[in-house]
């Protein structure tokens, strides 16, 4: 199987370039804050008054909402139980932050309207956890007082001057992605061209058949494992190839199930909530935001890709 390795990688790099200059402008221009408060009053219908902004601030920066939820729950003013609430309810704006300044602005351009289905069909589990959570939200705390709070008001500035500080800051987050991003991606090219992918796949082939992919899929799962944005050039290959939307599907969420269970959970959630969170809140946070919507994608992958 040919694959030219010099367009993937180009073509990769000017879908995330793109997609990080959409979300810096989006923030920078203060259309994210005006989302943030347009959809303030849904954060409230189950959730501890002092944690009703957390939903919000996942719009606009997670590590914001978890610095507030983790001084309130240091100041004893929250329970763990009241946190995991609102961390379960804050799945579903999460998704759309990932989709706003990820899925979208950079799949899209990428894979089309397949990363529609991805997108939609992933922020469908979170949808249903929300409704669950605001169900017993609303029963825990339907005696508690919530405070007033004074209205705010923010304009969406399409100027000059903030679209510039935008688009500054999307290529510097580009360059930033692009230096982590190349050895990887040269990585995994080494991988392929000495055939060691090859010797993973048939370790894991048992698993992979039996889950309903062949070698390309199997390939795009493995490679996702260790870099995601990588393995969505593959995506590419596989539409050239005519594959059915159900089989494409299925390899993204297997992917994307085995790339938070093998790395993002200890690489990238576990230190940042290690510094302010004790360690039995840690364990259910991730389980929560991480374990929990991995469980989903391997389930959907596995229907899909065995349909």
Not at 23 to 52: C, D, M, Q, R, Y
Not at 116 to 132: A, C, P
Not at 235 to 257: D, V, W
Not at 277 to 304: C, D, E, H, R, W
Request: charge should be positive; charged fraction near 15%; hydrophobic fraction near 50%.
């Amino acid at each position: 199987m040919h694959i030219d390795f010099l367009k993937l990688y180009m073509m990769i790099i000017s879908s995330i370039t793109l997609g990080y200059l959409i979300a810096a402008v989006s923030v920078e221009t203060g259309f994210i804050n005006w989302l943030g408060l347009k959809t303030a009053k849904l954060s409230k219908l189950g959730i501890h008054p002092l944690l009703s902004p957390i939903p919000v601030l996942y719009l606009v920066s997670p590590r914001a909402a978890h610095l507030h939820a983790s001084k309130l729950l240091k100041e004893g003013k929250i329970t763990p139980g009241d946190l995991y609430i609102a961390a379960a309810a804050s799945n579903f704006p999460m998704r759309i932050t990932f989709l706003y300044r990820y899925y979208f602005p950079v799949l899209i351009p990428l894979i089309g309207w397949i990363a529609v289905y991805y997108g939609l069909l992933r922020l469908l589990f979170d949808t249903v956890v929300l409704i669950i959570v605001f169900i017993i939200g609303k029963r825990m705390y339907r005696n508690m007082k919530r405070p007033e709070n004074s209205k705010e008001k923010v304009k969406i500035r399409f100027e000059s001057e903030t679209i510039k500080k935008g688009i500054t800051f999307g290529l510097k987050e580009s360059i930033k992605f692009i230096v982590k991003f190349s050895p990887l991606f040269a990585f995994v090219i080494f991988l392929i061209n000495h055939g060691i992918m090859d010797k993973m796949l048939i370790f894991m082939s048992p698993l992979l058949k039996w889950a309903g992919l062949d070698n390309l899929c199997a390939t795009y799962v493995a490679t996702a494992t260790i870099s995601p944005p990588v393995a969505y050039g593959l995506i590419k290959i596989m539409i050239a190839k005519h594959y059915p939307l159900k089989k494409i599907l299925g390899a993204m969420f297997i992917g994307n199930a085995c790339f938070t269970f093998l790395r993002a959970w200890w690489a990238y959630v576990l230190p940042y909530y290690f510094g302010l969170y004790p360690l039995k809140v840690i364990t259910t946070l991730i389980f929560i935001q991480s374990f929990m919507p991995a469980l989903y994608n391997l389930s959907m992958g596995i229907i899909l890709s065995k349909l």
